[in-house]
T-cell receptor, first 115, second 113 residues
Framework: GAGVSQSPSNKVTEKGKDVELRCDPISGHTALYWYRQSLGQGLEFLIY????????KSGLPSDRFSAERTGGSVSTLTIQRTQQEDSAVYLC?????????????FGEGSRLTVL | QKEVEQNSGPLSVPEGAIASLNCTYS??????FFWYRQYSGKSPELIMSIYSNGDKEDGRFTAQLNKASQYVSLLIRDSQPSDSATYLCAVNRGNQAGTALIFGKGTTLSVSS
């Protein structure tokens, strides 16, 4: 597709369950970001992938959160043993500015609700 | 100290006025600065990027950067009701190219007709 694609768009889960969120970036974009946005809040940085470099995981809030990017393209964000405070919109973005922090193109987000 | 700070607002201006949005950042090594606009229920979209000290103009928008003061601003001239949104300041982390982009919490702008 032409834009960043995220799935699922909505996910309702029970506390303690694991969830996986998927991001398919724009073809050719080397940088991929995950952010979290709680209701009425700004974007909280989670993790950043740039090409073949080691990802910047400094924003992951706990060891229950992990992410991987396979083949330099699709990324999966996994949240284990979900908690109610994990409820938020998870946004993925990609960028094509090699070697520089460039314009980010965002997906529509995955809204996670933990009951 | 937060990496990127913005006044959450709301900032209310009448139609046709100038809206001034401000942002400060903590990392002196930051090189790339952006303003994004986010409408309610939508994803952020880029309005302006700025990399050098001074002003950069694009239509009704002017971004201003002062690295010595670690300050970025966005001016919106002739504000329109359609400009009502949350404006997010974003700054790259560190003094290396291609680093993570950190966002402020955003300033909500309301333009009344």
């Amino acid at each position: 597709g032409a834009g960043v694609s995220q799935s699922p768009s909505n996910k309702v889960t029970e506390k303690g369950k694991d969830v996986e969120l998927r991001c398919d970036p724009i073809s050719g974009h080397t940088a991929l970001y995950w952010y979290r946005q709680s209701l009425g809040q700004g974007l909280e940085f989670l993790i950043y992938f740039q090409g073949n470099s080691a990802p910047d995981k400094s924003g992951l809030p706990s060891d229950r959160f992990s992410a991987e990017r396979t083949g330099g393209s699709v990324s999966t964000l996994t949240i284990q043993r979900t908690q109610q405070e994990d409820s938020a919109v998870y946004l993925c973005a990609s960028s094509n500015r090699r070697g520089q922090t460039g314009e980010l193109f965002f997906g529509e987000g995955s809204r996670l609700t933990v009951l | 100290q937060k990496e990127v700070e913005q006044n959450s607002g709301p900032l209310s201006v009448p139609e046709g006025a100038i809206a001034s949005l401000n942002c400060t950042y903590s990392d002196r090594g930051s090189q790339s600065f952006f303003w994004y606009r986010q409408y309610s229920g939508k994803s952020p979209e880029l309005i302006m990027s700025i990399y050098s000290n001074g002003d950069k103009e694009d239509g009704r928008f002017t971004a201003q950067l002062n690295k010595a003061s670690q300050y970025v601003s966005l001016l919106i001239r002739d504000s329109q009701p359609s400009d009502s949104a949350t404006y997010l300041c974003a700054v790259n982390r560190g003094n290396q190219a291609g680093t993570a982009l950190i966002f402020g919490k955003g300033t909500t702008l309301s333009v009344s007709s």
